[in-house]
């Protein structure tokens, strides 16, 4: 839709950036290559953390960051604990809330609840979740995930999510909710599974 000879359009142009993003922000000599072959990589998944770190710092509130597997999540999420990575993601930096998308629905419940309520203590806003602050201490104690005090605001959350999954499928994460969205990779189907053998048949 245009307005006012494209004025909308030039508006949107000047806030929303879409692109691929090749090589650390700031430092372009780590390159990110998400092929699959280089997945397992720790050169990757070390210059893919550092990748997003960077960008948490300037996104304000909600960032989702989508994986193309559960597989390739715990890898990198594991991979980013050893290197304390998520840390300092988590907590040195006070940038974001590390929310983890989990597989079973009770858990997925308390861990929107956790992201809604982290974005909204960036701002100053009382929490969406009060009535279920229980649930969502539990999901940070069960994910091994620090519940932030009331009064320690970041810049927001970040949830780490599957393509296909939950997160990306049906819930309407708008405005603040999802300031920045990240694609690791391109989500093609796993060939190999069976499902998806079945269908090619």
Not at 119 to 130: D, F, H, N, V
Request: a positive charge; proline letters at 4%; glycine letters at 10%.
């Amino acid at each position: 839709m245009l307005r006012s000879g494209g004025s909308l359009l030039l508006s949107i142009l000047f806030k929303v950036f879409v692109g691929s993003v090749c090589s650390v922000p700031g430092n372009p000599l780590l390159k990110l290559n998400g092929s699959y072959k280089h997945q397992d990589s720790v050169i990757y998944q070390d210059n893919l953390g550092q990748a997003v770190l960077e960008l948490c710092k300037i996104i304000p509130f909600g960032v989702l960051c989508f994986f193309p597997s559960y597989g390739l999540l715990e890898k990198v999420k594991s991979r980013w604990i050893a290197t304390g990575l998520y840390e300092r993601l988590n907590e040195v930096c006070q940038v974001k809330d590390v929310v983890v998308e989990p597989r079973t629905g009770e858990d997925f419940d308390r861990a929107m609840g956790s992201y809604y309520d982290a974005i909204a203590r960036s701002k100053g806003e009382p929490l969406r979740q009060t009535a279920k602050k229980t649930a969502g201490q539990n999901f940070f104690k069960k994910a091994k995930q620090k519940d932030q005090p009331a009064g320690k605001a970041k810049t927001g959350a970040i949830f780490l999510a599957v393509c296909r999954g939950k997160v990306s499928e049906g819930i309407d994460l708008a405005d603040d909710n999802a300031r920045g969205v990240i694609v690791v990779g391109i989500p093609y189907p796993n060939a190999m599974d069976n499902k998806e053998m079945q269908q090619t048949r």
